[in-house]
Protein backbone atom coordinates (compact mmCIF):
# COMPACT_ATOMS: atom_id res chain seq x y z
CA UNK A 1 0.00 0.00 0.00
CA UNK A 2 1.38 3.41 -0.61
CA UNK A 3 1.61 4.74 2.82
CA UNK A 4 1.50 8.51 1.62
CA UNK A 5 -1.82 8.31 0.09
CA UNK A 6 -3.23 6.04 2.91
CA UNK A 7 -1.81 8.86 5.25
CA UNK A 8 -4.36 11.66 3.33
CA UNK A 9 -7.33 9.69 4.00
CA UNK A 10 -6.54 9.63 7.75
CA UNK A 11 -6.10 13.64 8.23
CA UNK A 12 -7.52 14.48 11.71
CA UNK A 13 -11.45 15.42 11.72
CA UNK A 14 -12.79 18.78 12.03
CA UNK A 15 -12.83 19.47 15.68
CA UNK A 16 -15.93 18.30 17.76
CA UNK A 17 -14.18 17.42 21.21
CA UNK A 18 -12.69 19.89 23.90
CA UNK A 19 -10.64 19.50 26.94
CA UNK A 20 -13.83 17.76 28.63
CA UNK A 21 -13.88 14.87 26.39
CA UNK A 22 -12.29 11.93 27.98
CA UNK A 23 -9.64 9.52 26.53
CA UNK A 24 -8.12 5.98 27.78
CA UNK A 25 -5.48 3.99 25.88
CA UNK A 26 -3.92 1.08 27.51
CA UNK A 27 -0.84 -0.17 26.96
CA UNK A 28 0.72 3.45 26.63
CA UNK A 29 3.97 3.34 28.41
CA UNK A 30 5.73 2.55 24.91
CA UNK A 31 5.10 2.03 20.81
CA UNK A 32 1.47 2.65 19.27
CA UNK A 33 -0.13 3.14 22.60
CA UNK A 34 2.23 5.71 23.73
CA UNK A 35 2.41 7.73 20.39
CA UNK A 36 -1.94 7.89 20.61
CA UNK A 37 -1.44 9.35 23.72
CA UNK A 38 0.93 12.12 22.73
CA UNK A 39 -1.44 12.44 19.63
CA UNK A 40 -4.90 12.74 21.26
CA UNK A 41 -3.34 15.20 24.31
CA UNK A 42 -2.10 17.37 21.58
CA UNK A 43 -5.00 17.64 19.68
CA UNK A 44 -6.92 18.70 23.26
CA UNK A 45 -8.08 16.00 24.77
CA UNK A 46 -8.09 14.88 28.42
CA UNK A 47 -6.28 11.77 28.21
CA UNK A 48 -5.13 8.91 30.89
CA UNK A 49 -2.40 6.82 30.05
CA UNK A 50 -2.31 3.63 31.11
CA UNK A 51 0.31 0.83 31.72
CA UNK A 52 0.32 -2.37 33.53
CA UNK A 53 3.90 -1.38 35.43
CA UNK A 54 3.51 2.19 37.19
CA UNK A 55 6.99 2.70 36.73
CA UNK A 56 7.41 2.45 33.43
CA UNK A 57 3.96 4.39 32.81
CA UNK A 58 4.95 7.44 35.48
CA UNK A 59 8.17 7.15 32.94
CA UNK A 60 6.22 7.85 30.11
CA UNK A 61 4.08 10.15 31.72
CA UNK A 62 7.49 12.33 32.69
CA UNK A 63 8.87 12.22 29.36
CA UNK A 64 5.56 13.70 28.13
CA UNK A 65 5.42 16.08 30.60
CA UNK A 66 9.15 17.40 29.54
CA UNK A 67 7.50 18.02 25.87
CA UNK A 68 4.97 20.12 27.47
CA UNK A 69 2.25 17.95 27.20
CA UNK A 70 0.27 17.31 30.32
CA UNK A 71 -1.57 13.65 30.70
CA UNK A 72 -3.17 11.94 33.66
CA UNK A 73 -1.23 8.46 34.49
CA UNK A 74 -3.23 5.16 36.09
CA UNK A 75 -2.37 1.86 36.34
CA UNK A 76 -4.22 -0.91 34.21
CA UNK A 77 -3.13 -4.55 33.91
CA UNK A 78 -5.74 -5.54 31.44
CA UNK A 79 -5.25 -9.16 31.88
CA UNK A 80 -6.00 -8.74 35.38
CA UNK A 81 -9.68 -8.59 36.57
CA UNK A 82 -8.96 -6.81 40.22
CA UNK A 83 -6.84 -3.91 38.17
CA UNK A 84 -9.77 -3.86 35.71
CA UNK A 85 -12.37 -3.14 38.54
CA UNK A 86 -10.23 -0.66 40.54
CA UNK A 87 -9.18 1.01 36.99
CA UNK A 88 -13.16 1.67 36.70
CA UNK A 89 -13.86 3.13 39.60
CA UNK A 90 -11.25 5.35 39.74
CA UNK A 91 -12.06 6.57 36.90
CA UNK A 92 -15.76 6.98 38.20
CA UNK A 93 -14.66 8.92 41.12
CA UNK A 94 -12.32 11.13 39.67
CA UNK A 95 -14.14 11.88 35.75
CA UNK A 96 -17.43 10.43 35.78
CA UNK A 97 -17.30 8.71 32.71
CA UNK A 98 -15.43 8.27 29.60
CA UNK A 99 -15.79 9.36 25.77
CA UNK A 100 -13.05 7.28 24.14
CA UNK A 101 -11.70 3.98 24.79
CA UNK A 102 -8.37 2.46 22.89
CA UNK A 103 -7.91 -0.78 23.27
CA UNK A 104 -4.28 -0.80 22.51
CA UNK A 105 -2.65 -3.23 25.19
CA UNK A 106 -1.80 -6.65 23.41
CA UNK A 107 1.35 -9.01 23.61
CA UNK A 108 3.03 -11.72 21.39
CA UNK A 109 6.01 -14.22 22.20
CA UNK A 110 7.26 -14.32 18.97
CA UNK A 111 9.47 -13.15 16.35
CA UNK A 112 8.87 -12.49 13.10
CA UNK A 113 9.73 -15.75 11.72
CA UNK A 114 8.94 -18.21 14.51
CA UNK A 115 5.39 -19.21 15.38
CA UNK A 116 5.12 -20.51 19.00
CA UNK A 117 2.24 -21.20 21.07
CA UNK A 118 3.92 -21.72 24.40
CA UNK A 119 2.25 -18.92 25.87
CA UNK A 120 -0.86 -19.10 24.09
CA UNK A 121 -3.40 -18.95 27.42
CA UNK A 122 -1.42 -15.19 28.54
CA UNK A 123 -1.97 -13.89 24.58
CA UNK A 124 -5.46 -14.54 24.96
CA UNK A 125 -6.23 -13.67 27.93
CA UNK A 126 -4.01 -10.19 27.39
CA UNK A 127 -5.47 -9.59 23.77
CA UNK A 128 -8.77 -11.40 23.90
CA UNK A 129 -10.15 -11.13 27.03
CA UNK A 130 -8.65 -7.82 28.56
CA UNK A 131 -10.13 -5.84 26.13
CA UNK A 132 -13.57 -7.45 26.32
CA UNK A 133 -13.44 -7.86 30.17
CA UNK A 134 -12.11 -3.89 30.09
CA UNK A 135 -15.25 -2.89 28.08
CA UNK A 136 -17.72 -4.56 29.76
CA UNK A 137 -16.64 -2.41 33.39
CA UNK A 138 -16.62 0.50 31.29
CA UNK A 139 -19.66 0.04 29.75
CA UNK A 140 -22.07 2.25 32.41
CA UNK A 141 -19.09 4.51 32.02
CA UNK A 142 -19.76 5.83 28.48
CA UNK A 143 -21.40 9.24 28.16
CA UNK A 144 -23.12 8.46 25.15
CA UNK A 145 -23.58 12.06 24.45
CA UNK A 146 -23.20 14.59 22.56
CA UNK A 147 -21.14 13.11 20.05
CA UNK A 148 -21.46 9.43 20.19
CA UNK A 149 -18.83 7.60 22.89
CA UNK A 150 -16.43 5.37 20.77
CA UNK A 151 -14.15 1.96 21.25
CA UNK A 152 -11.29 1.77 18.94
CA UNK A 153 -9.67 -1.63 19.23
CA UNK A 154 -6.00 -1.97 17.82
CA UNK A 155 -6.38 -5.41 16.05
CA UNK A 156 -4.65 -7.15 12.99
CA UNK A 157 -4.80 -8.30 9.58
CA UNK A 158 -3.37 -11.58 11.03
CA UNK A 159 -6.77 -12.41 12.55
CA UNK A 160 -8.83 -11.81 9.83
CA UNK A 161 -11.16 -14.34 8.87
CA UNK A 162 -9.21 -15.53 5.43
CA UNK A 163 -6.43 -16.41 7.91
CA UNK A 164 -8.80 -19.18 9.36
CA UNK A 165 -8.69 -22.36 6.80
CA UNK A 166 -11.31 -24.75 9.45
CA UNK A 167 -14.78 -24.68 7.89
CA UNK A 168 -16.91 -25.47 11.01
CA UNK A 169 -15.69 -22.35 12.75
CA UNK A 170 -15.19 -20.10 9.44
CA UNK A 171 -18.98 -21.23 9.26
CA UNK A 172 -20.00 -19.94 12.92
CA UNK A 173 -17.99 -16.71 12.55
CA UNK A 174 -20.01 -15.95 8.63
CA UNK A 175 -23.05 -15.88 10.18
CA UNK A 176 -23.25 -12.63 11.61
CA UNK A 177 -27.24 -12.20 12.47
CA UNK A 178 -26.82 -15.29 14.89
CA UNK A 179 -22.77 -15.17 15.92
CA UNK A 180 -23.01 -14.60 20.02
CA UNK A 181 -20.13 -13.55 22.49
CA UNK A 182 -20.50 -17.01 23.77
CA UNK A 183 -19.96 -18.86 20.72
CA UNK A 184 -16.74 -16.91 20.31
CA UNK A 185 -15.56 -17.69 23.76
CA UNK A 186 -16.02 -21.69 22.93
CA UNK A 187 -14.27 -21.26 19.86
CA UNK A 188 -11.29 -19.40 21.90
CA UNK A 189 -11.22 -22.57 24.12
CA UNK A 190 -11.30 -25.20 21.64
CA UNK A 191 -8.75 -23.51 20.05
CA UNK A 192 -6.87 -23.51 24.04
CA UNK A 193 -7.71 -26.87 24.26
CA UNK A 194 -6.13 -28.06 21.25
CA UNK A 195 -2.91 -26.08 22.02
CA UNK A 196 -2.62 -28.03 25.24
CA UNK A 197 -3.46 -31.52 23.80
CA UNK A 198 -0.94 -30.60 21.07
CA UNK A 199 -3.17 -30.84 17.66
CA UNK A 200 -3.74 -27.30 16.85
CA UNK A 201 -2.01 -27.51 13.99
CA UNK A 202 -4.33 -29.89 12.33
CA UNK A 203 -6.99 -27.72 12.97
CA UNK A 204 -7.20 -24.63 10.33
CA UNK A 205 -6.07 -21.91 12.50
CA UNK A 206 -4.26 -19.15 11.01
CA UNK A 207 -0.63 -20.05 10.41
CA UNK A 208 1.45 -17.07 11.50
CA UNK A 209 1.77 -15.84 14.86
CA UNK A 210 -1.01 -18.30 15.59
CA UNK A 211 -2.08 -17.39 19.33
CA UNK A 212 -1.89 -13.90 18.32
CA UNK A 213 -4.09 -14.40 15.37
CA UNK A 214 -6.45 -16.27 17.21
CA UNK A 215 -6.76 -13.69 19.54
CA UNK A 216 -7.47 -10.78 17.14
CA UNK A 217 -9.85 -12.91 15.51
CA UNK A 218 -11.79 -13.46 18.47
CA UNK A 219 -11.44 -9.78 19.35
CA UNK A 220 -12.91 -8.92 15.62
CA UNK A 221 -15.67 -10.99 16.03
CA UNK A 222 -16.72 -10.09 19.42
CA UNK A 223 -16.31 -5.95 18.22
CA UNK A 224 -18.97 -6.95 15.91
CA UNK A 225 -20.85 -8.68 17.82
CA UNK A 226 -20.79 -5.61 20.14
CA UNK A 227 -21.26 -3.20 17.57
CA UNK A 228 -24.31 -4.83 17.09
CA UNK A 229 -25.77 -4.82 20.28
CA UNK A 230 -24.90 -1.54 21.05
CA UNK A 231 -26.11 0.10 17.84
CA UNK A 232 -28.69 3.00 18.40
CA UNK A 233 -26.93 3.27 22.21
CA UNK A 234 -24.25 5.94 21.62
CA UNK A 235 -21.24 3.80 21.45
CA UNK A 236 -19.62 2.99 18.31
CA UNK A 237 -17.11 -0.30 17.95
CA UNK A 238 -15.05 -0.59 15.78
CA UNK A 239 -11.20 -2.35 15.50
CA UNK A 240 -8.24 -0.88 13.37
CA UNK A 241 -4.79 -2.53 11.91
CA UNK A 242 -1.95 -0.08 11.62
CA UNK A 243 -0.30 -2.65 9.68
CA UNK A 244 3.33 -3.58 9.97
CA UNK A 245 4.47 -1.22 11.99
CA UNK A 246 8.03 -0.51 13.84
CA UNK A 247 7.89 -1.34 17.71
CA UNK A 248 9.13 -3.52 20.24
CA UNK A 249 6.34 -6.16 18.85
CA UNK A 250 7.90 -6.53 15.56
CA UNK A 251 11.56 -6.13 16.49
CA UNK A 252 11.78 -2.83 15.31
CA UNK A 253 10.54 -4.01 11.77
CA UNK A 254 7.98 -2.31 9.99
CA UNK A 255 6.78 0.29 7.64
CA UNK A 256 5.58 2.86 9.37
CA UNK A 257 6.41 4.65 12.52
CA UNK A 258 4.26 4.36 15.80
CA UNK A 259 3.89 7.47 15.33
CA UNK A 260 2.54 7.16 11.64
CA UNK A 261 0.28 4.76 13.21
CA UNK A 262 -0.96 6.43 16.23
CA UNK A 263 -2.27 9.40 13.86
CA UNK A 264 -4.37 7.29 12.27
CA UNK A 265 -5.82 5.40 15.04
CA UNK A 266 -6.22 9.49 16.81
CA UNK A 267 -7.91 10.37 13.31
CA UNK A 268 -10.63 7.10 13.49
CA UNK A 269 -11.63 7.42 17.07
CA UNK A 270 -12.35 11.54 16.25
CA UNK A 271 -14.00 10.68 13.25
CA UNK A 272 -17.27 13.26 13.69
CA UNK A 273 -20.02 11.28 15.17
CA UNK A 274 -21.80 11.82 11.28
CA UNK A 275 -19.02 9.65 9.36
CA UNK A 276 -18.30 7.51 12.55
CA UNK A 277 -19.30 3.73 11.47
CA UNK A 278 -19.50 1.17 13.89
CA UNK A 279 -19.05 -2.60 13.59
CA UNK A 280 -15.89 -2.21 11.30
CA UNK A 281 -12.53 -3.48 10.75
CA UNK A 282 -10.14 -0.48 9.52
CA UNK A 283 -7.68 -1.81 7.15
CA UNK A 284 -5.32 1.35 7.87
CA UNK A 285 -7.99 3.83 7.71
CA UNK A 286 -10.28 2.62 5.00
CA UNK A 287 -13.30 0.98 6.81
CA UNK A 288 -14.34 -2.62 5.31
CA UNK A 289 -16.60 -5.34 6.67
CA UNK A 290 -15.27 -7.83 8.60
CA UNK A 291 -16.87 -10.66 7.40
CA UNK A 292 -16.42 -9.45 3.70
CA UNK A 293 -12.25 -10.16 4.46
P1 LIG B 1 4.39 -2.95 21.92
O1 LIG B 1 4.88 -4.32 22.27
O2 LIG B 1 5.38 -1.90 21.59
O3 LIG B 1 3.46 -2.39 23.08
C1 LIG B 1 2.50 -3.19 23.70
C2 LIG B 1 2.01 -2.48 24.94
O4 LIG B 1 1.01 -3.30 25.58
C3 LIG B 1 3.12 -2.25 25.99
O5 LIG B 1 2.93 -1.00 26.59
C4 LIG B 1 2.86 -3.37 26.99
O6 LIG B 1 3.32 -3.08 28.30
C5 LIG B 1 1.34 -3.38 26.95
N1 LIG B 1 0.78 -4.55 27.61
C6 LIG B 1 1.06 -5.85 27.41
N2 LIG B 1 0.34 -6.61 28.25
C7 LIG B 1 -0.42 -5.77 28.99
C8 LIG B 1 -1.36 -5.95 30.04
N3 LIG B 1 -1.66 -7.15 30.52
N4 LIG B 1 -1.97 -4.86 30.56
C9 LIG B 1 -1.66 -3.62 30.11
N5 LIG B 1 -0.75 -3.39 29.15
C10 LIG B 1 -0.14 -4.46 28.59
O7 LIG B 1 3.37 -3.20 20.72
P2 LIG B 1 2.74 -2.22 19.61
O8 LIG B 1 2.81 -0.82 20.03
O9 LIG B 1 3.29 -2.64 18.30
O10 LIG B 1 1.23 -2.74 19.61
C11 LIG B 1 0.13 -1.94 19.98
C12 LIG B 1 -1.13 -2.58 19.42
O11 LIG B 1 -1.09 -2.58 17.98
C13 LIG B 1 -1.32 -4.04 19.82
O12 LIG B 1 -2.67 -4.29 20.06
C14 LIG B 1 -0.86 -4.80 18.60
O13 LIG B 1 -1.44 -6.08 18.52
C15 LIG B 1 -1.36 -3.87 17.50
N6 LIG B 1 -0.71 -4.07 16.23
C16 LIG B 1 0.64 -3.81 16.06
C17 LIG B 1 1.24 -3.98 14.84
C18 LIG B 1 2.68 -3.72 14.62
O14 LIG B 1 3.17 -3.98 13.48
N7 LIG B 1 3.43 -3.20 15.57
C19 LIG B 1 0.46 -4.45 13.67
C20 LIG B 1 -0.93 -4.70 13.94
C21 LIG B 1 -1.47 -4.50 15.16
P3 LIG B 1 4.78 -3.59 28.84
O15 LIG B 1 5.78 -2.56 28.40
O16 LIG B 1 4.58 -3.61 30.31
O17 LIG B 1 5.04 -4.94 28.23
Known amino acids: MNTSSAKDQCSPAKRWWSKETVAVVTGANKGIGFATVKKLAELGLTVILTARDPEKGQKAVESLR ?7 FKRLDVADISSITDFASWLHQVFGGLDILVNNAAVSFNELNTNTVEHAETVIKTNFYGPKLLIEALMPLFRRSPSTSRILSLSSRLGLLNKLTNPAIRKLLLEEETLKEEKIDQIVKQFLIQVKDGTWQEHGWPKVWTDYSVSKLALNAYSRVLARRLEGNGVSVNCFCPG ?31 ELPTGKFFKWCIPMLYSKL
Do not use: C, Y
Open 66 to 72: AQGIDVW
Open 244 to 274: FTRTDMTGGWGQRSADEAAAAAAALALLPSE
